[in-house]
């Protein structure tokens, strides 16, 4: 059980002061402010100007990143800031690129996904979920998603997306979540306990690859060296989004404009 401090939230420096001594209270890194990472997940996706605060890191065995986020997205007086709450899990090998897209959030995910790639796993999970996997990878979730890690799912971490990208594990809620101390343990403690299903995970390997994919003669073990999962599993198909769609109309109408009133058929 983690601890801490029932001190209330009154402003950023007093957030701050409090998340740092929540993580030195239990051995964590903390770090105010910084760069948003890199990530390839989609919930990092569209945005710019990213940075992180109040961001708790715990260290080997369970490589564990708790923080906050934000961006800029639009533009001049179209400019909006997006919030949200992450969690990042390293895992020790790469798995085919899965969302769990929560209902009770609103979806923080940057992406629409191709609707053919929903898989219905039954029960509590489709209650709380939209689960996406890659074509001919369904078989692989269910191996992966057992009861026990679905209950989990469906309970604690039930407002929070999930995406598994390559080699990592992504969790993301709004911005305000995770901000009380009962929701913060929730969350840590449903992290750590998905960090103990996720440690199964490295036995998984992909049947879509060759037996032999990643081992050469006169090397004991050389399948660290590639990618563990076949073109195929490695990014969920995604569709262009309802705003996509509308600046591509508007500017397929000012073209047609322009090449009509160029052949004289429209006056300028």
């Known amino acids: 059980m983690v601890a801490w401090s029932a001190t209330r939230r009154r402003k950023p420096y007093g957030?701050?002061?409090?998340?740092?001594?929540?993580?030195?209270?239990?051995?964590?890194?903390?770090?105010?402010?910084?760069?948003?990472?890199?990530?390839?997940?989609?919930?990092?996706?569209?945005?710019?100007?990213?940075?992180?605060?109040?961001?708790?890191?715990?260290?080997?065995?369970?490589?564990?990143?708790?923080?906050?986020?934000?961006?800029?997205?639009?533009?001049?007086?179209?400019?909006?800031?997006?919030?949200?709450?992450?969690?990042?899990?390293?895992?020790?090998?790469?798995?085919?690129?899965?969302?769990?897209?929560a209902k009770a959030n609103g979806s923080t995910l940057q992406e629409d996904f191709v609707r053919g790639q929903r898989l219905s796993m039954g029960g509590d999970l489709d209650l709380h979920f939209n689960l996406y996997v890659p074509a001919g990878y369904e078989d692989d979730v269910r191996q992966l998603f057992t009861p026990e890690l679905t209950a989990l799912l469906a309970g604690d971490l039930r407002a929070w997306d999930l995406e598994i990208v390559d080699d990592s594990l992504f969790l993301f809620s709004d911005a305000g979540a995770a901000q009380k101390p009962a929701a913060m343990r929730d969350l840590l403690e449903g992290a750590l306990t998905l960090a103990g299903h996720a440690a199964e995970w490295k036995q998984w390997r992909d049947r879509h690859l060759p037996a032999d994919y990643g081992f050469s003669p006169g090397r004991s073990n050389q399948f660290a060296r590639f990618p563990h999962v076949a073109p195929q599993g490695r990014r969920l198909a995604t569709r262009l989004g309802v705003g996509v769609w509308i600046m591509i109309a508007v500017s397929a109408g000012g073209i047609i404009l322009a090449i009509l009133r160029g052949l004289g058929v429209l006056a300028s």
């Open 15 to 101: 957030d701050a002061f409090r998340f740092e001594r929540f993580a030195t209270a239990n051995g964590f890194g903390y770090s105010f402010e910084g760069r948003s990472p890199a990530f390839p997940a989609t919930g990092f996706g569209k945005g710019r100007d990213g940075t992180t605060h109040d961001v708790i890191v715990l260290g080997p065995p369970r490589a564990l990143e708790i923080g906050s986020c934000r961006s800029l997205t639009g533009s001049g007086g179209n400019t909006r800031v997006r919030a949200w709450k992450y969690a990042h899990l390293q895992l020790e090998s790469a798995l085919p690129h899965i969302v769990l897209d």
